[in-house]
């Protein structure tokens, strides 16, 4: 039996979520998990795999901010972020003196590689997308890609390859030779599955994402709630929140729900609002949803970007926070054609495992 550590990082639930597919895929193989991770991405994946080892795992600052003003924060953390790469390194150093281990998964940690044991890189973000007058900056982190990549056997994007089908844009395009080399074109990675459900739901808002905009969002929201007719659910998306659940009218608050919850909430909604946050795309995508209501975080350049690209394609309609007027908002929603029909998770797991994982860790 084989021994696979899965490392996701802690911004947000979205890397974890996004492993759950592969965790269950490596379970159905027969091998043995072990997760290293923190904060929320270790409850959501305690939650989902109770009965699997968990090894606390710090990673790195989150550099978000309360306002729309990311860039600087971002760039005055990068210091601290060395830092937690380095310590990250030397973490690894122990948890793998610890136990043997036949294969590393690490999902957007830069320092969770061995160079004794076979490690994989997850990531749908090759390429980043800066304001203009960050330009070369850009560029420059398109080569740091391709530095870091070069630690790892394989990079797997969770996209479909370039072109009109690739959900990430230009987000998911290899910019250097070390990146194009190792980069394997997975196509979406979810937890959900669709099902054959009534839907019965009006509307399914997701409040999401690392905070402090998480809790923003929820402040912005809740008071605009009311304004939508019809059956309503809220999923506050904080595993750790000790409210679990309150019922007002047609409108249910739940702090946070399971995958299997979730996946049924997600099949009978008939409008999802939610950050443009690319796992929240990827579920959308898997359960072939055509109205949908995005918000992108301030200042994140990737939701932004994705949300324009969605915008630009006719796909979904996206608001600012800042501009939100939500009952309006969501009766633009119906011009929009939704995402293109893709491959989904069911199929795109079994191939990553026949075509790279098996080879490190047997048929």
């Not at 710090?58 to 005055?76: C, E, G, H, I, M």
């Not at 009534?198 to 905070?211: A, K, N, Q, R």
């Not at 506050?236 to 909430?265: F, H, M, V, W």
Request: aromatic share 10%; hydrophobic share 35%.
């Amino acid at each position: 039996m084989a021994h696979v550590l899965v490392s996701p990082l802690n911004w947000g639930l979205g890397h974890a979520t996004r492993d759950i597919p592969v965790i269950h895929s490596l379970l159905r193989h027969n091998h043995d998990v072990t997760i290293a991770a923190c904060g929320n991405a270790r409850a959501v994946l305690e939650k989902e795999f109770p009965d699997l080892a968990v090894i606390e795992f710090p990673d790195y600052p989150v550099p978000y901010s309360s306002s729309r003003f990311f860039l600087p924060k971002f760039f005055a953390s990068f210091p601290l972020m060395l830092k937690a790469i380095s310590d990250e390194r030397k973490n690894l150093v122990k948890i793998l003196e610890k136990d043997r281990y036949d294969l590393i998964i690490s999902d957007n940690r830069l320092g969770v590689y061995s160079p004794e044991i076979p490690s994989v890189f997850i990531t749908h973000q090759l390429h980043y997308h800066l304001p203009l007058a960050f330009w070369p900056v850009e560029l420059l982190a398109v080569e740091a890609n391709g530095y870091h990549h070069e630690k790892f056997r394989h990079i797997i994007v969770p996209d479909s390859p370039p072109g009109p089908a690739a959900l990430a844009g230009k987000l998911s395009r290899p910019g250097t030779e070390a990146t194009i080399g190792r980069a394997y074109f997975a196509g979406i990675l979810t937890g959900m599955h669709r099902q054959e459900l009534p839907t019965d739901l009006d509307y399914l808002v997701l409040i999401s994402g690392p905070e402090p905009q998480r809790q923003r969002l929820e402040e912005i929201l809740m008071p605009q709630i009311n304004d939508l007719p019809g059956k309503r659910v809220v999923l506050l998306g904080s595993p750790r929140n000790t409210r679990e659940r309150e019922q007002s009218g047609d409108c249910t608050i739940i702090s946070y729900a399971s995958t299997g919850e979730k996946e049924s909430l997600m099949n009978r909604a008939r409008t999802i609002i939610c950050r443009s946050g690319y796992t929240s795309m990827m579920e959308i995508a898997e359960l072939d949803k055509k109205r949908a209501l995005l918000i992108p975080t301030p200042g994140q350049t990737e939701q932004e970007y994705l949300s324009s690209y969605y915008e630009k394609n006719g796909w979904f309609h996206s608001v600012s926070q800042y501009h939100l007027r939500l009952a309006e908002d969501i009766s633009v929603t119906r011009n929009y054609n939704g995402f293109p029909a893709i491959p989904g998770t069911r199929e795109n797991v079994e191939r990553l495992y026949d075509d790279i994982l098996a080879q490190y860790l047997g048929r």
